[in-house]
């Protein structure tokens, strides 16, 4: 009948770089009052838009990536940033429908309907200089983002916890690499699981 919160978010591919905040006031929660917070009959994890992330280092570090997260969420926070300098390939809703990647002082916005932004959603981006692009639901915008290095990621607020999320995450997916060529298929299985569009 209690609550309970995410200190560790842990890594699947291996690597050992868990997602973890060790201070328990800052930690999203995953059940409240006994139950399991769902989106869409699967487990989420919920941000609070107050002060909550979770932050993992890099062995080393990543300057191109690809990045699909599974989120429900308002306008104003971020879900993705780099774990030390903000705006180093940062995903986060700037309006009730729209979301930005930013890299360099460089940005890619894109937009959907807004009727249908409080939602589940799957957003993907490539982080890749002119290669880059980010996406809602299957949709894509190019563009050009700088690719500045990355040490490690902030999940659910901008580098520091800066301008947190108020919303839920699901999954989150990166690699270090330009995915363009697999994310279809990486899209298409990550819908197949979450029945999102």
Known sequence: GTDGFVAIWYDQSGNA???????A????KIVSSGS???E????AVDFDGSNDYLVSAFSSSISTITTSIVFNAPSGGFFFDDNNVVNINSLYTISTNTIRLIND???IIHSIAPDV???QHLTSFVSDATNSKIGIDGSFTTGN???????GITLGGAAGGLIPLNGTMQEAIIYGSNKSSDL???????NSHYSIY
Not at 17 to 23: F, H, S, Y
Not at 40 to 43: D, F, I, R
């Open 40 to 43: 869409n009959g699967k487990a």
């Open 17 to 23: 770089a868990n997602a973890t905040n060790t201070t």
């Open 25 to 28: 006031t800052r930690q999203p």
């Open 184 to 190: 279809s298929g990486i899209e298409t299985n990550i």
């Open 117 to 119: 932004w409080g939602d």
């Open 145 to 151: 983002v700088g690719t500045n290095p990355m040490s």
């Open 105 to 107: 002082n460089k940005s």
């Open 36 to 38: 399991t917070i769902l």
